[in-house]
């Protein structure tokens, strides 16, 4: 494996007295591509809320790139992090929600040309030449001058996932891209995807419910249960022969149902 | 059986007679009442745009995460809410001067109905911004957007186009709150009314077209809000290109 890019240290999330991740430990490499995938409810969701500083950890340390994400060394000891501190360690995630959460007053363009100049200062000019190049990426730049509203879903999901590599993050997590989707557009949202996965260095961590398309582009697969990880290795190991019995019962399920 | 025509022509010439005996006489209060009427709008416009900027202001308070502000913005809602405006124009125009702090009945008039209007917009934008979708504000979370700009540029444009249409119940009560400055003297278009009916008698006239004229100004504020809700909404409509 190369560098060690994401590690997740005995983190623990409760929501009242449910536990959701259950002291998980997690490591991921640079450049890696994890699929998660488990029942609803296991947590696989938490992890990437958790790595995106939507929820906060209420045990364990997150680190990038070595570096505590949820806490601050200051002194010599680990504290709380700052707003400061997340808003700089988040400039390394990007993340794809389930719903796209596209902003529906803006262009496809604006969407992805104005959080840079925001957040990272980008020149207007410079970060509008960005966004088309990446809508070019993602097969929509005939679509820039339309507001989110007036696309499919898997076309918002595309401009969403342009929006998302615009702030050049080094980690992308997708949060079920394609749940929302009608079947006829899943396609080319996992295409996209499965390019960001081949020809690019991004590390990634991807909760899906497609297992097919979770073997194909993953380099390893977790399966989650009842927030803690039941089972993980090599697609081939974990989906086409599972050791664990909880893992075997859920995909027969999920076989079952395709 | 079919009424005949010569019938229909006496409750015309009825109507008609009682039209002219009734409003041949405008002229005579028409120039005051218009004169009253260029003092409501003076107060009435530059009231609504502070009016919105106090509940912008207030709303996004309410919503702080200092609580020393959100604290201010609730006793500025519940005092201002809570108290009859025309109290409210009393304490400005009447009190404060006790106290040192003289206002023009002018001035007097613009706080009082904006920091009452205000504060019914403060609930108005509270309830907007707090509908916006979770999901924009992790987006803008994910995408490190700062904070100033999140609500410039994300929240508060689509906050506002959830708030159109109770903003514009709230311009319409703002509008006929202003019936209540001739309490500091100010003679806008009611007052004018009220003299012109102790000059002239003509009661029946000068309440007629004063309700006209409170009603016409509604209706423009009102196909002002329909404008700007589609003005608002082309975007967000659905419908695939």
């Not at chain 1, 993050?169 to 009608?182: G, H, M, Y």
């Not at chain 2, 201010?72 to 404060?96: K, N």
């Amino acid at each position: 494996m190369a560098d060690e890019k994401i590690r997740f240290e005995a983190v623990s999330k409760r929501y009242g007295s449910l536990t959701v991740l259950d002291q998980l430990d997690l490591s991921i490499g640079a450049g890696e591509v994890v699929s998660i995938i488990g029942p609803s409810g296991s947590g696989k969701t938490t992890v990437l809320r958790c790595l995106m500083t939507l929820e906060p950890v209420d045990d364990g340390v997150i680190w990038i790139d070595g570096i505590p994400l949820n806490k601050e060394l200051r002194s010599g000891a680990l504290i709380e992090a700052s707003p400061a501190h997340l808003r700089r360690m988040r400039t390394k995630l990007g993340m794809v929600f389930q719903n796209f959460n596209l902003f529906p007053h803006m262009t496809i363009l604006q969407n992805c040309s104005e959080p840079p100049v925001y957040a990272l200062g980008a020149k207007p000019t410079e970060a509008r030449s960005r966004a088309v190049d990446l809508l070019k990426m993602v097969g929509m730049e005939s679509k820039q001058d339309h507001y989110p509203a007036q696309l499919s879903g898997g076309q918002q999901q595309r401009a969403a996932i342009a929006r998302t590599l615009a702030m050049q993050p080094e980690i992308l997590v997708f949060d079920e891209p394609t749940s929302a989707l009608d079947p006829e557009t899943i396609g080319e949202v996992t295409e996209v995807i499965r390019a960001l996965a081949t020809k690019h260095s991004y590390t990634m961590l991807l909760v899906t419910h497609q297992i097919d398309f979770a073997r194909d582009i993953s380099d390893r697969i977790c399966f989650f249960d009842k927030g803690r990880i039941v089972e993980q290795g090599p697609p081939d190991a974990v989906i086409d022969s599972p050791k664990e019995t909880r893992t075997q019962q859920f995909l027969r399920k999920v076989a079952k149902a395709r | 059986m079919t009424p005949r025509p010569t019938a229909m022509l006496i409750p015309i010439a009825f109507l008609g007679g009682l039209y002219f005996a009734v409003f041949s006489n405008v002229a005579s209060f028409l120039p005051a009442l218009l004169n009253g009427l260029t003092v409501t709008i003076q107060v009435a416009i530059p009231s609504a745009i502070l009016a919105y900027a106090i509940s912008v202001a207030a709303g996004l308070g309410r919503l702080s995460r200092n609580a020393a502000v959100r604290l201010m913005s609730g006793a500025y809602v519940e005092i201002f809410r809570g108290v009859s405006l025309l109290v409210i124009l009393f304490w400005l125009f009447f009190v404060l001067p006790e106290f040192g702090l003289t206002l023009s009945p002018y001035v007097a008039a613009l706080l009082g109905i904006s920091l009452n209007a205000g504060a019914y917009g403060a609930e108005i934008i509270r309830g907007a911004v707090q509908a916006v979708p979770r999901g924009q504000y992790e987006a803008c979370v994910t995408l490190n957007m700062p904070g100033w700009r999140k609500y410039s540029r994300i929240i508060l444009p689509q906050a506002l186009i959830i708030a159109v249409p109770a903003l514009t119940n709230m311009t319409i009560e703002l509008l006929k709150g202003t019936a209540l400055v001739s309490a500091v003297t100010l003679v806008d278009v009611t007052a004018a009314g009220v003299r012109q009916n102790q000059l002239t008698y003509r009661t029946i006239e000068i309440f007629s077209v004063l309700a006209l004229i409170y009603f016409c100004l509604s209706q423009v504020v009102r196909f002002a809000g329909a404008l700007l809700e589609t003005g608002f909404n082309r975007h967000l409509r659905t419908g695939r290109s």
